[in-house]
């Protein structure tokens, strides 16, 4: 994974790209964000008063050279976002909602990229995802092709790298949704050099356990196979029939999944973030994410629990999306 980071620093310094910040006064966002401005990799954009966001930098020792500070009461431009921001939610928000809607830092920087005044935001440190993501549902939107954004978490620990999703977005995904979210992160885990092999989680494996919650997860596993047929997919597993080897040979003999697979779609949110958080806490796995797939530019979300570390490489991880 260190190397994924510094191939990302490759691919991405020199290029000229701006990433929202929204958060401009969290001390993990503004270490972050010195790192990124300092080795030149990217200019980040703070979001907020730019008295309090110096004070804050002061406090901490960061130096925020190379980064750039947007306040949305200050704003020369704001008049304009709020034409293209009533524009784009056609109908949706006046014109006076929309001047209120967007002194919040999240909306406000979601229009700094869907303007192309920047090239990608992270936000999350001090916002639930609900409050990160909505903006950029409604705004950026999905692209075309896809349905639903979903959420994945790159789960790192030494040499081994596993994607989990969704854990971030879709609270009850049917299985067209959940189909979607495995082709969607497959794709995503190549960006990762993960060669995918995809694992539709359940708690019953081939049919062991029969009940709507099971039967939704082996209906998604068709629908997958129809969307991506060249795709190496299977299930519903439990996660040992997926995971372990041995277990697959007693469980699942015939599957093309041999208890090897590395992308895991869990069938609802509730399994999909319980999980990873029970990985990244007991099991000592580094959680990249949520990483954001399907919109049309990248936006991403960190969890509150996050360093300044996770800040740092969800925003390179970011600038990485805006030159693939
Ligand atoms: C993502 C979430 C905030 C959307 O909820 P919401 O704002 O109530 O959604 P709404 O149904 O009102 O839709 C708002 C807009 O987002 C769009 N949207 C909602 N879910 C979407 C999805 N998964 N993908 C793409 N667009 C979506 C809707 O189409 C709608 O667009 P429109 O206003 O242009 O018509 C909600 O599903 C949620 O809270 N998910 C769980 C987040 C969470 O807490 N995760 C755990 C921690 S990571
Ligand atoms: C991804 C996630 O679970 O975010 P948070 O911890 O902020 O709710």
């Known amino acids: 994974m260190s190397d994924l980071f510094s191939v990302l620093k490759e691919k991405v310094t020199g290029k000229e790209i701006k990433i929202v910040?929204?958060?401009?006064?969290?001390?993990?966002?503004?270490?972050?964000?010195?790192?990124?401005?300092?080795?030149?990799?990217?200019?980040?954009?703070?979001?907020?008063?730019?008295?309090?966001?110096?004070?804050?930098?002061?406090?901490?020792?960061?130096?925020?050279?190379?980064?750039?500070?947007?306040?949305?009461?200050?704003?020369?431009?704001?008049?304009?976002?709020?034409?293209?921001?009533?524009?784009?939610?056609k109908g949706k928000a006046t014109e006076?909602?929309?001047?209120?809607?967007?002194?919040?830092?999240?909306?406000?920087?979601?229009?700094?990229?869907?303007?192309?005044?920047?090239?990608?935001?992270?936000?999350?440190?001090?916002?639930?995802?609900?409050?990160?993501?909505?903006?950029?549902?409604?705004?950026?939107?999905t692209k075309q092709g896809v349905k639903k954004t979903s959420g994945v978490f790159i789960m790192v620990r030494g040499d081994e790298k596993y994607v989990f999703a969704d854990c971030a977005i879709n609270i009850s995904p049917d299985a067209q949704d959940l189909a979607e979210i495995a082709v969607e992160s497959a794709n995503t885990a190549k960006m990762f050099d993960i060669d995918p092999r995809v694992a539709m989680l359940s708690f019953s494996t081939k049919g062991s356990a029969k009940s709507p919650e099971t039967e939704k997860v082996s209906e998604a596993v068709n629908v997958a196979k129809e969307l991506a047929p060249n795709l190496v997919l299977d299930g519903e597993f439990q996660f040992d029939a997926a995971f372990v080897p041995s277990v697959a040979e007693k469980k699942a003999p015939d599957s093309v999944i041999k208890g090897d697979a590395n992308v895991f779609v869990f069938p609802s949110l509730e399994a999909g973030n319980i999980g990873y958080k029970i990985a990244q806490r007991l099991g000592n796995f580094d959680a990249v994410g949520p990483i954001l797939q399907g919109l049309n530019m990248p936006v991403n979300d960190l969890s509150r629990g996050c360093s300044a570390d996770d800040v740092y490489k969800l925003a390179l991880i970011t600038a990485g999306q805006t030159v693939q």
């Open 21 to 89: 910040l929204p958060e401009g006064t969290d001390e993990r966002i503004l270490e972050a964000a010195a790192r990124l401005a300092e080795e030149g990799i990217l200019t980040p954009v703070l979001i907020g008063n730019k008295q309090d966001i110096e004070k804050k930098a002061a406090e901490l020792n960061v130096k925020l050279d190379g980064a750039e500070i947007k306040d949305p009461n200050q704003f020369e431009g704001f008049e304009e976002m709020v034409q293209a921001f009533v524009e784009r939610r």
């Open 96 to 141: 006076e909602q929309a001047r209120e809607i967007l002194k919040d830092e999240n909306y406000f920087g979601t229009m700094l990229v869907y303007s192309g005044q920047a090239h990608g935001l992270v936000s999350g440190a001090a916002h639930s995802t609900a409050d990160t993501v909505r903006p950029a549902l409604q705004i950026i939107k």
